[in-house]
């Protein structure tokens, strides 16, 4: 039985909308937690004397859970864009199986993004691979692109995602844990009051947008999450 590109969309799309869901459960697990913090009390260095003095500041109190529930949603708009692949290439291989290498291509420059294209893309129209090169899936061209493939890598094989210098986790163990990050993933948790201003409109371009280094996380996976459903439904044409 062929399927038809309606078929195949609804196909990658549950990777999506489990994107979606998992970005919902954190946003209702996190709200409690918005202005929670702890006021702590240590030595900072005051530039002035030079000298070492007390200082009183606030630390940001977050389950430490919701780390790894971000990551599950990266992982799944990643995921996404592989099925992504693998329903072009089978409509390119007029629905024999694809290779096992086949997956959406995305590189660190332009030189790895087409030596790494060759093998990603087998199998697919000559439409399809020039509607993926127009995307220029490639760090400095494409960020939503590059954002979601190196987010999930860091998640999958480096480490929860920091956010922000220092924050203090709740989860199922005696204590705390304070999360020290020297070079965060993220600026903070939270959007600012007007965040609406910031989220994708749906009908925007594919590969416009340029997402800022150092956002908070829930406005950059909110943007990640229409972003890339944004660019899976505009493939529609070549599913058939």
């Not at 030595?43 to 500041?57: A, C, I, Y």
């Not at 332009?110 to 093998?119: D, G, N």
């Not at 922000?164 to 844990?177: C, E, R, T, V, Y």
């Not at 993220?186 to 910031?198: A, D, S, V």
């Amino acid at each position: 039985m062929s399927l038809s590109a309606k078929d195949r969309l609804v196909l990658i799309r549950v990777k999506v909308e489990r994107a979606k869901k998992h970005l919902s459960e954190l946003e209702k697990e996190l709200r409690p937690y918005r202005k929670s913090q702890l006021y702590v009390v240590g030595m900072k260095h005051d530039p002035k004397s030079g000298e070492m003095r007390l200082h009183r500041g606030t630390l940001a109190v977050l389950p430490l859970n919701v780390l790894a529930t971000a990551g599950d949603a990266v992982q799944n708009m990643r995921s996404a864009l592989d099925h992504l692949a693998y329903h072009l290439a089978q409509v390119g291989l007029h629905g024999r199986e694809p290779h096992h290498d086949v997956g959406f291509p995305i590189g660190a420059s332009p030189k790895i993004y087409e030596a790494r294209k060759i093998r990603k893309v087998q199998g697919m129209t000559d439409e399809a691979k020039k509607a993926i090169d127009r995307l220029k899936p490639y760090k400095g061209a494409n960020e939503p692109l590059w954002q979601i493939h190196s987010l999930n890598l860091i998640d999958k094989h480096r480490l929860i995602f920091t956010v922000s210098q220092d924050h203090l986790f709740a989860g199922k163990f005696n204590g705390g844990f304070w999360l020290k990050a020297r070079d965060p993933v993220f600026r903070g948790i939270f959007e600012p009051e007007e965040y609406e201003e910031t989220k994708f409109a749906a009908n925007e371009t594919v590969g416009k947008h340029r997402i800022v280094e150092g956002q908070a996380l829930l406005p950059t996976l909110h943007q990640l999450v229409v972003f890339v459903d944004n660019l899976v439904g505009n493939f529609e044409p070549l599913l058939e």
